[in-house]
């Protein structure tokens, strides 16, 4: 697998791991005249849906094992919810950030629209837009279709994400509208973020409506997708190719309906043609045998195994994975910084399991599965989990050097099991309690004081545990559970002083020891 490939997609997207200021099936489940009963799937062991209990777990303790950083997965055969599972401290139920699976979102409501007669796919992006346009409009520009930018073959030679976002004289649309368009749109595939958004801004031209509006009655309302909310740009539009977080079992939900050929409970929303076109090879990709080298369609990648698996997914690791052909789906948030060794651990592990008929029940290997599952638990660091300095900076007060967070003033209280730590700022106090060597999640009050854009900057629940690395220096890791990376605060006490250093997940994996947020100094 090479791997490198996904990396240069992230890297030459810009914004594709980037993100704004966020606004904060098969159950016979029916309707009574009394009351709406919600949605959930109907559950049912792997072997009554023809899969073995034994992959599903093979897959589980190799993601376990790996040096990647699983969330949370789940698996539908049949309509069935066969097995999931949540790394602690993500839970069950809570949304996370999407990244480039939002895209497949944003897909749908084209999709919509479309059927709506407000569009179609052959409409030339000039006609939609004619107050946005630049004074000169090439051949190529005029030429560029909405297809065009379904299938990422609008003609740029490079994304437009980065020049978008920068330039803050102007519009996203019109950056977009006035970004060179080196090739003849239709004849050169590039992996270009700011193409989704101008679907997006589409939809908003048509309708005025957001992403969020328009999809709302006819897509989130319908698979009851209620946690959810969706980043902005500076013009108030949902940010299409990115942004969007839904829970998992959302994921998943998603993902049946495609399977279903965009019927859900009894009613076709998407037609089947458009389902089956969009999820199509409608270009070449990366000119390679990996899993981005399959072909692309309307914001969803084809995959390796089989040539009817396609997929929408975003960066470190969102997979909405539809197989036809096996009736299944496989739904996994996480942090990985390896895509390809992701996928290739559910490809090796699970497809070798899978049968066309029911299997025998294998009730020691179920019960083995669903034990191991819900055992599941992000390692926390653990070094020492006291020091004989606590008591000494537990009665202190640091008072900390001006800063870009407005932080003010940091203490501690710190026992053997667990400890807080109490930040006052100019928009008040706030605490972050954490576990010595174990995971202790916040209640909603407790708010990021350190966010860093485009990283840990969406509002979420935060997850901490703290570790002393020596007896002058305590840590305290810190992760989103509603987004997808996470954080360290390095604090080292030297006298009546405090410093702390910062350093991400994204940054701890390329190497560095601390990232672009630099020293706070303090005093007692």
Same mark, same amino acid.
């Given at each position: 697998?090479?791997?490198?490939?996904?990396?240069?997609?992230?890297?030459? *997207?810009?914004?594709?791991?980037?993100?704004? *200021?966020?606004?904060?099936?098969?159950?016979?489940?029916?309707?009574?005249?009394?009351?709406?009963?919600?949605?959930?799937?109907?559950? !049912?062991?792997?072997?009554?849906?023809?899969?073995?209990?034994?992959?599903?777990?093979?897959?589980?303790?190799?993601?376990?094992?790996?040096?990647?950083?699983?969330?949370?997965?789940?698996?539908?055969?049949?309509?069935?919810?066969?097995?999931?599972?949540?790394?602690?401290?993500?839970?069950?139920?809570?949304?996370?950030?999407?990244?480039?699976?939002?895209?497949?979102?944003?897909?749908?409501?084209?999709?919509?629209?479309?059927?709506?007669?407000?569009?179609? &796919?052959?409409?030339?992006?000039?006609?939609?837009?004619?107050?946005?346009?630049?004074?000169? &409009?090439?051949?190529?520009?005029?030429?560029?279709?909405?297809?065009?930018?379904?299938?990422?073959?609008?003609?740029?030679?490079?994304?437009?994400?980065?020049?978008?976002? #920068?330039?803050?004289?102007?519009?996203?649309?019109?950056?977009?509208?006035?970004?060179?368009?080196?090739?003849?749109?239709?004849?050169?595939?590039?992996?270009?973020?700011?193409?989704?958004?101008?679907?997006?801004?589409?939809?908003?031209?048509?309708?005025?409506?957001?992403?969020?509006?328009?999809?709302?009655?006819?897509?989130?309302?319908?698979?009851?997708?209620?946690?959810?909310?969706?980043?902005?740009?500076?013009?108030?539009?949902?940010?299409?190719?990115?942004?969007?977080?839904?829970?998992?079992?959302?994921?998943?939900?998603?993902?049946?309906?495609?399977?279903?050929?965009?019927?859900?409970?009894?009613?076709?929303?998407?037609?089947?043609?458009?389902?089956?076109?969009?999820?199509?090879?409608?270009?070449?990709?990366?000119?390679?045998?990996?899993?981005?080298?399959?072909?692309?369609?309307?914001?969803?990648?084809?995959?390796?195994?089989?040539?009817?698996?396609?997929?929408?997914?975003?960066?470190?690791?969102?997979?909405?994975?539809?197989?036809?052909?096996?009736?299944?789906? @496989?739904?996994?948030?996480?942090?990985?910084?390896?895509?390809?060794?992701?996928?290739? @651990?559910?490809?090796?592990?699970?497809?070798? !399991?899978?049968?066309?008929?029911?299997?025998?029940?294998?009730?020691?290997?179920?019960?083995?599965?669903?034990?191991?599952?819900?055992?599941?638990?992000?390692?926390?660091?653990?070094?020492?989990? %006291?020091?004989?300095?606590?008591?000494?900076?537990?009665?202190? &007060?640091?008072?900390?050097?001006?800063?870009?967070?407005?932080?003010?003033?940091?203490?501690?209280?710190?026992?053997?099991?667990?400890?807080?730590?109490?930040?006052?700022?100019?928009?008040?106090?706030?605490?972050?309690?954490?576990?010595?060597? #174990?995971?202790?999640?916040?209640?909603?009050?407790?708010?990021?004081?350190?966010?860093?854009?485009?990283?840990?900057?969406?509002?979420?629940?935060?997850?901490?545990?703290?570790?002393?690395?020596?007896?002058?220096?305590?840590?305290?890791?810190?992760?989103?559970?509603?987004?997808?990376?996470?954080?360290?605060?390095?604090?080292?006490?030297?006298?009546?002083?405090?410093?702390?250093?910062?350093?991400? %997940?994204? *940054?701890?994996?390329?190497?560095? %020891?601390?990232?672009?947020?630099?020293?706070?100094?303090?005093?007692?």
């Amino acid at each position: 697998m090479n791997t490198s490939s996904r990396r240069f997609f992230l890297k030459q *997207a810009g914004i594709g791991t980037l993100g704004l *200021a966020a606004i904060p099936l098969f159950t016979h489940c029916q309707n009574t005249p009394e009351e709406d009963i919600a949605f959930s799937f109907d559950t !049912g062991s792997p072997e009554s849906t023809g899969v073995s209990s034994q992959a599903v777990l093979d897959f589980v303790k190799a993601a376990d094992a790996s040096d990647l950083e699983w969330h949370s997965y789940a698996i539908l055969r049949k309509g069935k919810l066969i097995s999931d599972g949540y790394w602690s401290p993500f839970e069950k139920g809570l949304k996370h950030t999407l990244y480039s699976l939002s895209k497949s979102f944003t897909s749908s409501a084209i999709g919509f629209a479309v059927a709506e007669g407000l569009i179609t &796919v052959e409409d030339q992006l000039i006609s939609i837009f004619p107050d946005d346009l630049p004074p000169e &409009v090439s051949e190529n520009l005029e030429s560029m279709k909405i297809k065009h930018l379904l299938t990422m073959n609008t003609g740029h030679d490079t994304d437009t994400t980065g020049p978008m976002t #920068s330039n803050q004289e102007q519009s996203w649309v019109k950056s977009f509208l006035a970004h060179p368009v080196i090739h003849e749109p239709g004849s050169h595939f590039l992996y270009n973020t700011g193409a989704t958004y101008m679907l997006g801004a589409i939809i908003h031209q048509k309708t005025g409506q957001t992403l969020e509006e328009y999809l709302k009655p006819r897509l989130f309302d319908k698979l009851e997708i209620e946690n959810y909310d969706w980043e902005k740009s500076p013009q108030g539009l949902n940010v299409a190719g990115w942004g969007l977080r839904v829970s998992t079992e959302d994921i998943a939900k998603f993902g049946q309906w495609y399977l279903q050929e965009g019927a859900w409970q009894n009613e076709q929303l998407l037609s089947k043609e458009w389902v089956n076109e969009a999820t199509s090879k409608q270009t070449d990709s990366q000119d390679n045998n990996s899993d981005w080298g399959q072909g692309y369609g309307y914001q969803f990648w084809r995959c390796k195994p089989e040539p009817g698996f396609f997929r929408g997914d975003g960066a470190y690791g969102q997979y909405c994975i539809i197989i036809p052909d096996y009736e299944m789906v @496989i739904a996994v948030n996480s942090e990985s910084f390896d895509m390809g060794k992701s996928m290739q @651990i559910i490809w090796d592990n699970l497809l070798p !399991g899978i049968q066309n008929e029911a299997l025998t029940e294998d009730q020691s290997k179920l019960e083995e599965l669903r034990s191991f599952s819900a055992g599941l638990t992000l390692k926390s660091k653990t070094v020492s989990s %006291s020091s004989e300095l606590s008591n000494e900076i537990n009665k202190r &007060v640091y008072q900390l050097a001006e800063n870009d967070f407005g932080v003010k003033t940091i203490s501690f209280d710190i026992a053997n099991d667990q400890g807080e730590v109490q930040i006052t700022s100019d928009e008040g106090d706030n605490i972050l309690r954490f576990g010595m060597g #174990s995971w202790f999640v916040n209640d909603a009050y407790t708010t990021n004081n350190f966010p860093l854009a485009n990283r840990i900057h969406v509002p979420s629940l935060i997850a901490s545990s703290a570790t002393w690395l020596n007896d002058n220096t305590l840590q305290i890791s810190r992760k989103f559970i509603e987004a997808v990376h996470g954080d360290t605060l390095t604090c080292q006490f030297e006298g009546d002083a405090v410093n702390i250093t910062f350093n991400n %997940s994204v *940054a701890a994996n390329n190497g560095e %020891s601390e990232d672009s947020r630099g020293t706070i100094k303090g005093t007692a």
